[in-house]
Every structure is written in structure tokens, then in C-alpha cells.
């Protein structure tokens, strides 16, 4: 049985026997509590894998470990409900890809039904798109751009809402659903926290400063205790531009470029950022949706900064408040939480509506132990407006300017640069945080910073985990203990910038990093950068890794096709179903024989014998 920790208790005073159950289901299947957890003790003994580890493969195809299945699950193009369907070479309309799946399907996460149970038979299927790719978007690919292709961009992005069970063995999509929806470019969403309402969020298309249209760039993702979703805006910088005209410093650290990558700003004024300038502000934040609602307006909750949001995954600090665990996913830079000013409340749902707009944002600085190696202390340092030099003469105003311009405070109070920080996952049990660092080919360039004692590897091409636990078991903790967990690559490299310390099958540039419900660490990689001949032969397309938490031992899962990211590992609460997503095919799989459109997939993977995965 899971050991009973400080939560379980508070909850189990504050409320009923049956209750608890319910609210300690809920929380099992959102990860509050290990529900499935079958030691009393994962730090000494990390669950372990016994699934036969999977070759390197280069084929064009998924290879899954013997003994389980791994299928297309869901398209990009497949209606969510009942609405229309892929249309040959991509023909259809931009109101037809508003009900549809769209492309890149990123972080995604099952939400058991009813709300608050465990079930593994039925839940909601949640899941981002990251970015519209017009090769495989429009018949024509890119050219010709009007409006109309435009909206079609808008539409593919965002998040899919699916409901889905699993009938005689199989999962279904359930056509029609109640719950079933798009969140895209062109959806209303709100404002909230600091920067709700204020000066540099107002602009002609809004006098409010409350209201914001759409969310782009979803990469990974996060959930709360309360079952709602967060959808983390990454590279939302593309969708904007000044369209040639100049570009302020601010702009500037947010990489607004002023020749625009996509063709937003010549065809829909709010991403000229020479027209609206203030439009730029509204992007870059984590957005709280809320899958079992419908008609919830998406919030953007700025309480927890703009910068390029990889995942958003939650802890629970001793006295019960919230806090956020979040990365941006660039080159040099940083490592952040938040912790919110106001308890969760486990008996009342609606009460934890605004929970995420009040707290303090944090970031990480890592510290050399004394004997300078890739360990020690670190500090959460608060980026709050009047403290750590976050003053008006320097720029910082109100607390608005501090989370709109979080890189800025970031740089200013000396946190420390990172080699990319994508998914970071929390261990629940042990409290241990897990943060996958993925690359950075440019640490140690003549003209970039070198390494430093957490990102300790000029030229890193392979990236590496960097592990931490808070002071006292408190993730509130203002202090912390790190570590390197691993280093990725060859541990047979002779360049010492390229050789990693693996236990068991190379990998590398670990992004998705995610705790499945007994505790084991599984992480999917994305390798673009890594792509050496004599590498890919020892690791193969990009995969998904279990990793032993005790051991560091890894092991690969499965291999995904050519060109493809693996991202998004999502299980059910009894863990016999996990969902993969295939982002970026880029040869023939799953079906260019019909169309030469390569389409993101969803894969649904099951053990044969109806087993619990990973076992
Ligand atoms: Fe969208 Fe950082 O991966
Ligand atoms: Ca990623
Ligand atoms: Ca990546
Ligand atoms: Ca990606």
C-alpha cells in the first residue's frame, strides 16, 4: 500500500471516509498521490522494468517491445466528434481543421470520467499541437498564402479534447461527445493574474487588457490536483513579427524577429507587432483549460511568467499550496516555480478556479557543491516586484512588467542559464524533481557563456537529467540539493563533450520526462540535433526510455518512424493503456501511399496480455 504522506492526512481529517475515497481517487489518477504505487519506499527500492529492451531501430515504422502492441490511435485530421474528416492531400477547409485534430500533437494527458474517479475504461484524452507545418497542411504547401490559409494555421494548433473508451479489448474515440472540443488560434481566452488588466497588455483590438485570442505554440503540458489542463505556450515568438519595423529590447529577449516565420502578421493584424505591439504580450503563458467543461473560457495565467513554456507539472508543498514546476526551452535559459499564495482545496473544485493567479514565481540558481562537481545546493530566487533589485528604475514597475519580461527579472537577480530545460516531472513519493536539460551545441562557443556545474558540458549535442530534491521535502522550499541524474551519449565517445554515463541503451536529448503511476521515470526524446551515422546506429529514431530511478539503468521501450519525435507519454491509473504521440513523421508513415501528407499520430499502446505496461 502507498505510504500515507502529510496530504493524505489533512484531506482525511477535513472530510468524510467516502469523501476521502473520492478525492483520493481524483487525485491518484492527476498524480497527487501514487495510487498504483506498489513499494512503501521508491527512493531505496525504484520500481524496475522487465520488458525486453528494443533495438535501435532506423526503419520507417514503430517498433514497440515484444509482448505489447503500439497503433494509430488519432490523426492529425480526424474529426474530435462527429464532425468531418481528413480530406485527400489535406484539402480541408480551415472551419472543417477547427473540428479536427491538429498537427503535432505534443503533451497530452488522460482525465479519467467521471471527474475525480480512477476509471481506467473512459476518460477525456487531452492533447497539444504545436505548430502548423504547410507542407502538410495545404495541397500546395506554402504557396500562395492568403487569409484563409492563415485561419487553417490558426485552427491546427492548440489543444483536441477527445472523450474515450475502451469497448471488448479496444479503445474507441467516442463520436459524438458532450465533452469533445478544439481549443485553437482563434479561440477567446482570458487574462489572469498580475498581468491581467494591465497597461502593457492593452492594445486597440482590446482596451480591456483582459482578453486574449487563441493559444499557439502548446508543447508540453501539466495538470492540477483539481483535474484542469495546462497547456504551455512554447515558440509563440514565430507567430508574431514587426513586419520589418524596429525592435525594442524587450522584444528583442522574446525573439520577435522582424521578418516574420509564419505568414500570421501579413494577414491578421493582431501578430503585427508594428500595428499592435501589445498583442505580443498576450503569448508565452501556461493556460488553464478545463477539459470537463465546455464552455470554460481558456486562462491565460500569467502568475507564472511568459517565456517559452515547456511543461507546467505540479507538487504539493507541506501546507497544502500549489506549486509549479516549469521550464523555457531555449538555449541559456532558466529553470522556474511557482508557488501559489492559497491552499488547494481537495473537497471543492470550483473553490481552485482562480488558485493559479495568486503566488510568488521563483528561479532557479545552481550552485557548485565545495568540491565543485556536477552536485550541490541551489536557490529558488523570487522574482517579485520591490525585492532581489526587481525595481521601477530598473525597469520593473509592477509585477506585471516581472512576469511579462521574466527573462529580463530572471537575468537581472543571476539565475542560472540552462542547456534547454524541457519536461520537468515530479517524483510525488520521494519528492524528487526531474528535469530534462535536452541540448544546447552552443555552450562554450567563443561567444556564448561556458559551462557551468549543472549544465556542465560545453558543445552539449546530447543534453542530460538534472535531478533535485527541496529542503526538508518541501517543494515551497526556497533552497534545494541537485545533481546530474545522467549525462546522455555514447559512455564509449572519446570526446569528452560527447560522452554520456548511461547504464543500459544510448539515448539521447531527452524532452518528455514523466513519472507513470508506480513511480517509474519514462522519458520520449527529440534528437534533431544529434544525427551523427555512427550514433544513429547505437540509438536509433527517436524513442521512448524507461529509466530506473534507483539505478539510473535505462532501457528502450519504442522506436518511433523516420524524422519523428516521440512526446506526450500519458497512461491510464491501472497503467495497462499509455498513449504516445508520433510528432513530425517525415518519410511514409503512417500514410503518404494514400496522400504524401505525413500525419502526427497518436499511438495507443496495450500489453498483449492486458498487463500492466512497463511490468
Ligand atoms: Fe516544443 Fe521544447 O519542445
Ligand atoms: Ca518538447
Ligand atoms: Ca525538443
Ligand atoms: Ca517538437
Known sequence: MPRTNRLDTLIAKAISRR???QATTALAASGLVAGCATSSNATTASPSFTFGSVAPSVADRVVVAEGY?????????????DGPGWKFNAANTSDEAMQQGGQMHDGMWFFPLPVGSNKSDHGLLVMNHEYPRAAQLFADGDKDMSAEKVRKMHATVGVSVLEVKLENGSWKIVRPSKYARRIHGLTPARLGGPAAGAALMKSALDPTGFAAMGTMGNCGNGTTPWGTYLTCEENFHDYFSSMGGPVNPMQARYTLRPKPQYKHPEFDARHDASKHPNEFNKAGWVVEIDPF????????????????????HY???????????????????YVYKFVSRDRVNTTNRAANRDLLDHGTLYVARFDAGADGRAQGRGRWIALQQGQNGLTADKGFPTQAEVVTFARMAADAVGATKC???EWIAVEHKSGEVYAAFTGNGQRGRPDKEGANPANPRVNNLYGHIVRWRENGGDAASTTFEWDVFLSCGNPAQNEPALRGNLKGDIFTNPDTLTFDYAGRLWACTDSAEA????????????SVIAIDRATGESRRFLVGP????????????????AWVNVQHPMKDWPNTAVDGKPRTAT?????????????
Open 315 to 333: 507538487a504539493v508543498a507541506k501546507d497544502g499550496r500549489l506549486v509549479i514546476y516549469t521550464g523555457d526551452d531555449a538555449r541559456f535559459e
Open 19 to 21: 469523501q476521502f475515497l
Open 293 to 312: 467543461d465546455p464552455t470554460w473560457v481558456p486562462a491565460k495565467r500569467t502568475a507564472l511568467g511568459r517565456y517559452c513554456h515547456e511543461s507546467a
Open 603 to 615: 499511438l495507443v499502446i496495450r500489453k498483449s496480455d492486458g498487463g500492466v505496461i512497463g511490468s
Open 531 to 542: 544525427t551523427e551515422a555512427e550514433l544513429l546506429k547505437l540509438r536509433g529514431n527517436d
Open 419 to 421: 542547456d534547454r530545460p
Open 69 to 81: 502492441t503500439a497503433v494509430p490511435f488519432f490523426l492529425h485530421g480526424d474529426p474530435v466528434s
Open 562 to 577: 523516420v524524422g519523428a519525435e516521440l512526446t506526450g507519454l500519458t497512461f491510464t491509473p491501472d497503467m495497462r493503456t
